[in-house]
């Protein structure tokens, strides 16, 4: 897997490996990811915030990913 997204990225730059990974992260609850703060935090301390599981939404997002390459 070429992109693998990891908890200390910060939240802009797991948007620029793959724009549809803001629709994950809003699915999961985090709805901020287009506010300029939230695009400096990593995703692992806007997970805390949001009382997230940062395991849960980094499989989701490389899930994602993956299945993308894969065709």
Do not use: F, Q, R, W
């Not at 908890?7 to 809003?26: C, F, T, W």
């Not at 940062?54 to 490389?62: K, L, P």
Request: with cysteine; charged share 20%.
């Amino acid at each position: 897997m070429a992109n693998v997204i990891t908890k200390d990225m910060l939240i802009h730059e797991i948007i620029s490996v793959d724009p549809g990974n803001a629709a994950i992260l809003m699915a999961s609850g985090m709805h901020c990811v287009g506010c300029p703060s939230a695009a400096m935090e990593s995703l692992e301390e806007a997970c805390m915030v949001h009382g997230m599981n940062v395991d849960e939404v980094i499989a989701s997002i490389n899930d994602y990913l993956a299945k993308k390459e894969s065709n």
